[in-house]
């Protein structure tokens, strides 16, 4: 039990272009979501917390508007990386939890190159 | 500021014997806390955890332990399989304004040579 999946694992776009990523709960239904980004060489980076119908809470120094999230249902939600970058360039990871446990799900990642 | 730090970057122990992974942390209202394994280019995989009113937790070959008054926490996994052998991330989690958050330290790689 406790998939976390995540689409597209790997995805080469173009600078000023956008990207969608999803994340979805396999076999749970996950009531927080996080996003977080690891750059080589350094730990997994918190970008956001995400509640099933609620808006995202953004960790200091993230954009909110460069980074959308939505979390439309228990199982699935997106990071949008909008008009992206070079330095945009990441693996992005998601996560779930389930109350009242503590532990978080990991899905396997997705691998930005942006040109 | 650091607050979950994993001061060896890496670890290399022979088949068999046993792996201690090390973990300090600064911040005393983290109240439970975890160990991830990690492969590259995967996401991280929930290993084993324990909250901060327990001072050990053992799961197969794994053992966390807790040292509240030091600040500190270790995996121990005995014995160590070459399929051990990835990066171990340390995260401790606390809630502030009514979200949970989870902070990761850097990793330590763990080498198991046959």
């Known amino acids: 039990g406790a998939v976390v999946s995540q689409h597209p694992s790997r995805v080469i776009c173009k600078s000023g272009t956008s990207v969608k990523i999803e994340c979805r709960s396999l076999d749970f239904q996950a009531t927080t979501m996080f996003w977080y980004r690891q750059f080589p060489k350094k730990s997994l980076m918190l970008m956001a917390t995400?509640?099933?119908?609620?808006?995202?809470?953004?960790e200091q120094g993230v954009e909110k508007d460069k980074f959308l999230i939505n979390h439309a249902s228990l199982t699935l939600s997106t990071l949008t990386v909008t008009s992206a970058h070079p330095e945009d360039s990441s693996f992005y990871i998601c996560?779930?939890?389930?109350?009242?446990?503590?532990?978080?799900?990991f899905g396997p990642g997705t691998r930005l190159t942006v040109t | 500021d650091q607050q979950v730090k994993q001061n060896s970057p890496s670890l290399s122990v022979q088949e068999g014997r046993i792996s201690i992974l090390n973990c300090d942390y600064t911040?005393?209202?983290?109240?439970?806390f975890l160990w991830y394994k990690k492969y590259p280019a995967e996401g991280p995989t929930f290993l084993i955890s324990i909250s901060s009113i327990k001072d050990k937790n053992e799961d197969g070959r794994f053992t966390v332990f807790l040292n509240k008054s030091a600040k500190h926490l270790s995996l121990h996994i005995v014995p160590s399989q070459p399929g051990d052998s990835a990066v171990y991330f340390c995260a401790a989690s606390y809630s502030q304004g009514g979200s949970e958050k989870l902070v990761f330290g850097k990793g330590t790689k763990l080498t198991v040579n046959p």
């Open positions: 995400s509640n099933e119908g609620s808006k995202a809470t953004y």
């Open positions: 911040n005393s209202m983290f109240d439970y």
């Open positions: 996560s779930a939890r389930v109350r009242p446990r503590w532990e978080q799900y």
